[in-house]
């Protein structure tokens, strides 16, 4: 019987689609992965020593912390420090730095930032404290999203009138488009986010594909499903016969999650978005519809952005769109690291620094 | 350090705690014994052989499944001296209550304490109380200073990693940080995951017994697994490779990890140990602490290497490789 778990990390299975993949791959070719979870999956689980020299992985812009411009991070800093403000956060946004500080750092200065594993718990913490503005600075693509407008909904029913989000959320597929002008046809196929898939479906791709007509596979993060995905690229690639292939029936439908898109929908209206190093991308964000302007913190408090200052030196920008892999960059591993990112990348453990940081082998490291 | 103000990645156990340590402290303080850097510092008064190490606890929640603040400081201390190879003798132990503090959780956590100190057979001989304003501390605090005897022919230390020698493991890891994560966040997991807080002293005397080929004890705290493997290869300057495999997790521990992104070679672990052995009493050794109760689920994980020195190098489960770093900072669970 099918767990749906073992099977998926089977080594016999691996070493099967490695040896098919061998077998097909003769074309030269770069394969962008374009979710930060299948990026640090392939790297814990060695996917990259064990494929063709023929065949690179780039990995692309879906960790969404590191998409997150930096004026955005500045707004959730600027945030945190208000009077009677609670911040609360998700843990990978902690350490982001902003052009003058991180929520960290503001946390060691005694600025209340309490980190939460769920928009609920930040909704909680606004009900337990009616005197303090509980501010959540929305962060994530379509996977997180509908979490957000849940909350949003919850609140406004219950009419708890001290909760704020900062919406900073982002949208895939228009980031598909833009990366297609961007990269220059370095892209010659795509692995496709689980996460998000299993919202939006496999629909949600389909006017990209229309559009461009490059090889696709949407799949999960154990290793038999990115080398299965890898695998349905490759041979779309060898044999001239683009799709959108669904490598992860388990979790994905055609149609998605259209409870939680809704949700999303009744919430939010796109917008304009910022990405970190791919600039703006038309209809790629999401703002709070002005029905629910009342928990909207970018209308409620007055933020002060510092200056901007340019990271001299960071390669951000050309490493989320996979024309740099990080040991290009000047900064890697020198003046940039973990503990003292220069950029997101290499904060959050699923942005492609950081996971190059802690598990690629380099020469003479 | 950049930083101007501690953070608290200084505490996580992994690379800026590491860095804390080397810069401010090691200098500072120089001494012969201090610069070994292992869990305690060994040295002779006549004709004997001593082991002093000290740790303070500051866990939130103070009582979690599986333990509490107590057992964890007998345990912590009476360990880091049996990684040195001592036999733990005396413990002292220090409170800092917070004003407001329950009694009867007092009650509980000194309870504890007795009845840890019981098991490894050692006895709390000195102490100390201070209470401080509500506020000035959270709730409890203590820390325990232990000493112990090292027997003759014992000679234990991070350094003494070589090739060849094998490295293992004394059973599941990432247990008690993923009770304390559960516990202190609140979430709602169905299979209760409990604490392995445990005096390793008797396992350790057991190894010992059985073996003189016994290189380097460690236990895998703050930091975890990862860390503590890494931090071996750079006092050894050899390198280590380990089998993705063979490393134990229980299957509730890694489904808490896959949740929240963490990686279970750098949770803490509380009742573990690692060792390098001589290769060819490894089977030997591994077979004495499997017949213990604290070592049942033991296991070889991997070996020590010429190649790559001052690194960890992990063979995956699809037959890949990557490095396994020291944990940069305390794991932040992801977004997505």
Same mark, same amino acid.
């Given at each position: 019987?099918?767990?749906?778990?073992?099977?998926?990390?089977?080594?016999?299975?691996?070493?099967?689609?490695?040896?098919?993949?061998?077998?097909?791959?003769?074309?030269?070719?770069?394969?962008?992965?374009?979710?930060?979870?299948?990026?640090?999956?392939?790297?814990?689980?060695?996917?990259?020593?064990?494929?063709?020299?023929?065949?690179?992985?780039?990995?692309?812009? $879906?960790?969404?912390?590191?998409?997150?411009?930096?004026?955005?991070?500045?707004?959730?800093?600027?945030?945190?420090?208000?009077?009677?403000?609670?911040?609360?956060?998700?843990?990978?946004?902690?350490?982001?730095?902003?052009?003058?500080?991180?929520?960290?750092?503001?946390?060691?200065?005694?600025?209340?930032?309490?980190?939460?594993?769920?928009?609920?718990?930040?909704?909680?913490?606004?009900?337990?404290?009616?005197?303090?503005?509980?501010?959540?600075? $929305?962060?994530?693509? %379509?996977?997180?999203?509908?979490?957000?407008?849940?909350?949003?909904?919850?609140?406004?029913?219950?009419?708890?009138?001290?909760?704020?989000?900062?919406?900073?959320?982002?949208?895939?597929?228009?980031?598909?488009?833009?990366?297609?002008?961007?990269?220059?046809?370095?892209?010659?196929?795509?692995?496709?986010?689980?996460?998000?898939?299993?919202?939006? $479906?496999?629909?949600?791709?389909?006017?990209?594909?229309?559009?461009?007509?490059?090889?696709?596979?949407?799949?999960?993060?154990?290793?038999?499903?990115?080398?299965?995905?890898?695998?349905?690229?490759?041979?779309?690639?060898?044999?001239?016969?683009?799709?959108?292939?669904?490598?992860? %029936?388990?979790?994905?439908?055609?149609?998605?999650?259209?409870?939680?898109?809704?949700?999303?929908?009744?919430?939010?209206?796109?917008?304009?978005?910022?990405?970190?190093?791919?600039?703006?991308?038309?209809?790629?964000?999401?703002?709070?519809?002005?029905?629910?302007?009342?928990?909207?913190?970018?209308?409620?408090?007055?933020?002060?952005?510092?200056?901007?200052?340019?990271?001299? $030196?960071?390669?951000?920008?050309?490493?989320?769109?996979?024309?740099?892999?990080?040991?290009?960059?000047?900064?890697?591993?020198?003046?940039?690291?973990?503990?003292?990112?220069?950029?997101?990348?290499?904060?959050?453990?699923?942005?492609?620094?950081?996971?190059?940081?802690?598990?690629?082998?380099?020469?003479?490291? | 350090?950049?930083?101007?103000?501690?953070?608290?990645?200084?505490?996580?156990?992994?690379?800026?705690?590491?860095?804390?340590?080397?810069?401010?402290?090691?200098?500072?303080?120089?001494?012969?014994?201090?610069?070994?850097?292992?869990?305690? @510092?060994?040295?002779?008064? &006549?004709?004997?052989?001593?082991?002093?190490?000290?740790?303070?606890?500051?866990?939130?929640?103070?009582?979690?499944?599986?333990?509490?603040?107590?057992?964890?400081?007998?345990?912590?201390?009476?360990?880091?001296?049996?990684?040195?190879?001592?036999?733990?003798?005396?413990?002292?132990?220090?409170?800092?209550?917070?004003? &407001?503090?329950?009694?009867?959780?007092?009650? #509980?956590?000194?309870?504890?304490?007795?009845?840890?100190?019981?098991?490894?057979?050692? @006895?709390?001989?000195?102490?100390?109380? =201070?209470?401080?304003?509500?506020?000035?501390?959270?709730?409890?605090?203590?820390?325990?200073?232990?000493?112990?005897?090292?027997?003759?022919?014992?000679?234990?230390?991070?350094?003494?990693?070589?090739?060849?020698? #094998?490295?293992?493991?004394?059973?599941?890891?990432?247990?008690?940080?993923? @009770?304390?994560?559960?516990?202190?966040?609140?979430?709602?997991?169905?299979?209760?995951?409990?604490?392995?807080?445990?005096?390793?002293?008797?396992?350790?005397?057991?190894?010992?017994? @059985?073996?003189?080929?016994?290189?380097?004890?460690?236990?895998?705290?703050?930091?975890?697994?990862?860390?503590?493997?890494?931090?071996?290869?750079?006092?050894?300057?050899?390198?280590?490779?380990?089998?993705?495999?063979?490393?134990?997790? =229980?299957?509730?521990?890694?489904?808490?990890?896959?949740?929240?992104?963490?990686?279970?070679?750098?949770?803490?672990?509380?009742? =573990?140990?690692?060792?390098?052995?001589?290769?060819?009493?490894?089977?030997?050794?591994?077979?004495?602490?499997?017949?213990?109760?604290?070592? =049942?689920?033991?296991?070889?994980?991997?070996?020590?290497?010429?190649?790559?020195?001052?690194?960890?190098?992990?063979?995956?489960?699809?037959?890949?490789?990557?490095?396994?770093?020291?944990?940069?900072?305390?794991?932040?669970?992801?977004?997505?």
């Amino acid at each position: 019987m099918m767990t749906f778990f073992k099977e998926f990390k089977d080594r016999d299975l691996a070493v099967h689609f490695i040896e098919k993949i061998k077998t097909v791959s003769r074309k030269k070719i770069r394969l962008m992965e374009v979710c930060g979870t299948h990026t640090v999956s392939i790297f814990k689980s060695g996917i990259r020593s064990v494929l063709p020299d023929t065949i690179s992985l780039i990995s692309g812009p $879906g960790c969404p912390v590191c998409v997150t411009s930096q004026e955005e991070i500045d707004a959730f800093i600027s945030l945190s420090r208000l009077d009677n403000v609670i911040l609360t956060t998700f843990g990978d946004l902690i350490r982001v730095p902003g052009t003058e500080s991180s929520l960290q750092e503001e946390k060691a200065k005694g600025v209340d930032v309490r980190m939460v594993y769920s928009t609920s718990d930040a909704l909680l913490i606004a009900k337990k404290n009616p005197d303090k503005h509980v501010v959540f600075p $929305g962060v994530g693509f %379509e996977t997180t999203a509908p979490t957000v407008a849940a909350a949003i909904l919850s609140a406004a029913r219950l009419k708890v009138s001290n909760f704020y989000v900062y919406s900073a959320h982002k949208l895939v597929p228009p980031a598909l488009t833009a990366l297609m002008a961007l990269s220059s046809g370095n892209i010659d196929g795509f692995i496709l986010p689980g996460h998000v898939s299993v919202m939006i $479906g496999t629909d949600g791709y389909r006017p990209f594909f229309d559009t461009f007509k490059l090889p696709c596979a949407i799949t999960g993060f154990e290793p038999v499903d990115i080398l299965r995905a890898v695998l349905a690229v490759v041979t779309q690639i060898e044999y001239g016969k683009p799709s959108l292939f669904n490598a992860y %029936e388990r979790a994905v439908r055609i149609e998605g999650n259209p409870k939680a898109m809704s949700l999303m929908a009744r919430v939010f209206e796109k917008k304009d978005a910022l990405w970190r190093g791919i600039g703006k991308i038309p209809e790629s964000g999401l703002a709070i519809r002005e029905e629910f302007s009342a928990f909207d913190a970018a209308n409620r408090f007055q933020i002060i952005l510092p200056e901007k200052k340019d990271h001299n $030196g960071c390669a951000c920008g050309e490493i989320l769109i996979g024309n740099k892999t990080p040991p290009e960059c000047p900064l890697f591993r020198k003046a940039c690291t973990p503990l003292h990112p220069f950029g997101p990348c290499m904060v959050s453990t699923e942005g492609t620094c950081s996971a190059y940081y802690r598990y690629h082998k380099e020469p003479g490291n | 350090m950049k930083n101007d103000k501690i953070l608290i990645d200084h505490g996580s156990g992994g690379k800026l705690s590491h860095d804390l340590v080397q810069q401010m402290i090691l200098p500072v303080f120089d001494n012969s014994l201090l610069s070994r850097q292992d869990d305690g @510092a060994v040295f002779q008064i &006549g004709e004997d052989r001593f082991a002093f190490s000290t740790d303070t606890f500051v866990v939130t929640p103070l009582f979690f499944p599986g333990g509490n603040i107590g057992e964890l400081a007998v345990n912590g201390t009476v360990n880091d001296l049996a990684m040195c190879g001592a036999t733990p003798l005396f413990l002292s132990a220090g409170f800092i209550i917070e004003e &407001g503090f329950s009694i009867t959780d007092l009650e #509980k956590v000194i309870s504890a304490m007795k009845k840890a100190a019981d098991v490894a057979g050692v @006895a709390i001989v000195t102490g100390d109380t =201070k209470v401080v304003p509500i506020g000035a501390a959270d709730q409890l605090f203590i820390n325990t200073s232990g000493i112990g005897r090292v027997p003759d022919h014992v000679n234990i230390s991070g350094r003494h990693a070589m090739p060849g020698d #094998k490295i293992i493991v004394s059973g599941t890891i990432g247990d008690h940080a993923a @009770a304390i994560l559960i516990k202190r966040e609140g979430l709602p997991f169905e299979t209760p995951i409990l604490s392995d807080t445990a005096s390793l002293n008797h396992l350790v005397k057991k190894m010992l017994d @059985a073996s003189d080929g016994i290189h380097v004890l460690r236990d895998p705290t703050r930091g975890g697994l990862g860390t503590t493997l890494n931090e071996i290869a750079i006092q050894s300057n050899t390198g280590i490779l380990i089998s993705e495999d063979r490393i134990p997790v =229980k299957k509730s521990v890694s489904g808490i990890c896959g949740l929240l992104g963490f990686d279970p070679m750098y949770l803490a672990n509380e009742g =573990k140990l690692v060792a390098v052995v001589r290769k060819d009493d490894a089977e030997q050794i591994l077979q004495v602490m499997k017949n213990d109760s604290l070592g =049942k689920d033991a296991c070889i994980i991997g070996e020590v290497v010429s190649d790559y020195p001052g690194k960890v190098m992990m063979t995956t489960h699809i037959g890949g490789t990557r490095f396994v770093d020291m944990l940069t900072g305390e794991q932040l669970p992801r977004i997505c």
